[in-house]
């Protein structure tokens, strides 16, 4: 686990070298985030290096290696 984050809906975001996981406090309900080839949406690396909740209650995703090229993701 290299980063928490708890919004204020009751959301856990954990960040790993796995992909992001989303725990549901109140039903304790995971749901992992991986990258998905073609969805430009997703993750654009497995590795997630931080996270950062915002006022405006967005989740900012940091992931990758800092040293590895862009079109690889980070």
């Known amino acids: 686990i290299s980063s928490l ?35 430009e949406k997703s993750l654009s690396h497995t590795e997630v290096r931080s996270l950062y909740l915002d006022q405006q209650q967005t989740l900012w995703i940091g992931t990758g290696y800092p040293w590895e090229d862009n079109r690889a993701g980070g």
Do not use: H, M, S, Y
Request: aromatic share 8%.
């Open 5 to 39: 984050v708890e919004d204020k809906n009751g959301q856990l975001w954990i960040a790993t070298r796995n992909g992001l996981n989303c725990l549901d406090l109140e039903t304790g309900q995971f749901k992992l985030f991986l990258p998905e080839a073609g969805n």
